[in-house]
Every structure is written in C-alpha cells, then in structure tokens.
C-alpha cells in the first residue's frame, strides 16, 4: 500500500503561481514502473486529469487544462513529486489530487490508479 499527502494548496490571484507537492511512503518502488499523476476536480464537475510522470526516467504527459502553463517533477531522494502551475486561471480552481500507479496502464484515467491522496484545495481568485 502506497500512501500519498499532497500539500501547497491555497488562493493565489489570476496570473499567480503555486507548487503543489505529493509525497509518497510506504510500499513503494521508483525502480519499478511507478507513475505519479496529478488530477484535479472542479466545483460541480468530474475528476480530471492534469498531469502524469514517471519515477524512474521523469517522462511526464499533461492533460490539454495544464499544458504550457503546468510543469510536473520529481525528487526521487524525497520520495515526492511536484506540480508547477503558473499563469492560474479562476478554472483553475478545485482539489488537486495525486495518485500513484505501476505502468502500464492508460494514465489519464483514473482506473490505473492504485493509491490516492486526500486532495488539497486550489482557489484561483478573478
């Protein structure tokens, strides 16, 4: 069992920036095959994906809501994984969610997913 603790969640302005941060213990192995992904789940609407990356090589894939504005890394020593995101958008607003799963399997659905986080709030003010 992988448990996972996002924090960096808050209100920040339009325009502004946050890091949001996942860390990971327990029953898990960056050697084998491990993903990080990010989902986010707006006021009123499903979970959606945002982001994912890969704990060995840090190969990372982004949801069309977080490209070019979203970064997604990883600090194996820490055992955590972040999410960069600039130029905030009021859609931006939700609980962020990280989940863990072993590849292969379709990483923007949430299926793949065997742990999840708690979830930290993001507002993004007009």
């Known amino acids: 069992q992988v448990h996972l603790q996002e924090s960096g969640g808050g209100l920040v302005q339009s325009g502004g920036s946050l890091r949001l941060s996942c860390a990971a213990s327990?029953?898990?192995?960056?050697?084998?095959?491990?993903?990080t992904g990010w989902f986010r789940r707006a006021p009123g609407k499903e979970r959606e994906f945002v982001a994912a990356?890969?704990?060995?090589?840090?190969?990372?894939h982004y949801g069309d809501s977080g490209k070019g504005r979203f970064t997604a890394s990883r600090d194996n020593a820490r055992n955590t994984v972040y999410l960069q995101m600039n130029q905030l958008k009021p859609d931006d607003t939700g609980v962020y969610y990280c989940?863990?799963?072993?590849?292969?399997?379709?990483?923007?659905?949430?299926?793949?997913?065997?742990?999840w986080g708690q979830g930290t709030q993001v507002t993004v003010s007009a």
């Open positions: 327990g029953r898990f192995d960056i050697n084998h095959d491990w993903l």
């Open positions: 990356i890969k704990w060995s090589t840090g190969a990372d």
């Open positions: 989940a863990a799963g072993r590849a292969p399997f379709t990483i923007i659905e949430e299926a793949g997913y065997e742990s």
